[in-house]
């Protein structure tokens, strides 16, 4: 584990807990959880009631259900960071509202930029639109889009993907894509490096899918 990581995440979770101005300071903070070194980081929209109790992202049926597909593409969920764009529980686990979004971002960029994963996934239409904000969450999601050096794939939110045989298929097949992503990055790097040419993170994700 890298110290210094995980000192800054833990600094940083403090002045998210003591902050004053923050909305929904009736629930509890749920920061994220997870390998602070991992490739891939999982964003989700916000907290639901199971989260809040808990104060762990993801624990609930969706949460579930995200353990099922770690698990069957091969990962751990230890393996991975997983957290919500909002930190706090919206009341009867409504959407969050657009200032809502922006009060938390500023720390929602901090822990990416001290995480520095190569890959973000999100999952749920208000994080796919939190970085792409003119995506289309049934026309997007399971494709890789390039994000200031990082890759972004969109899926959808595993509540959603309850929801039915349809969107559930759609959820799998996105999952499942994620190796593959990593892999063929991966092996165009080394094709870059080996060669000795300089590929822009552009020229990688054009060639992934």
Do not use: C
Request: charge should be positive.
């Amino acid at each position: 584990m890298d110290l210094a990581k995980n000192e800054a995440l833990r600094m940083l979770a403090n002045r998210l807990q003591d902050d004053l101005t923050l909305p929904l300071r009736e629930s509890n903070l749920v920061f994220g959880e997870g390998d602070i070194d991992a490739q891939v980081l999982f964003i989700g929209e916000a907290p639901g009631m199971n989260e809040n109790l808990q104060k762990r992202p993801f624990v609930g049926r969706g949460g579930q259900l995200l353990n099922k597909m770690l698990e069957h593409i091969g990962w751990r969920r230890e393996q991975v960071y997983i957290t919500n764009i909002v930190k706090r529980r919206p009341p009867d686990n409504r959407d969050p509202f657009p200032e809502e979004i922006a009060a938390y971002k500023p720390y929602l960029t901090e822990q990416i930029r001290i995480i520095n994963p190569k890959i973000i996934v999100t999952l749920g239409r208000f994080a796919m639109n939190y970085f792409l904000p003119m995506a289309k969450i049934t026309r997007d999601q399971g494709k890789a889009f390039q994000l200031q050096g990082k890759l972004l794939v969109p899926i959808l939110h595993p509540a959603a993907a309850l929801r039915g045989n349809e969107a559930m298929a759609m959820f799998r097949a996105s999952f499942e894509k994620l190796p593959l992503i990593i892999k063929k990055r991966e092996s165009l790097i080394a094709e870059a490096a080996s060669k000795n040419q300089a590929k822009d993170e552009t020229s990688i994700q054009e060639k992934l899918f």
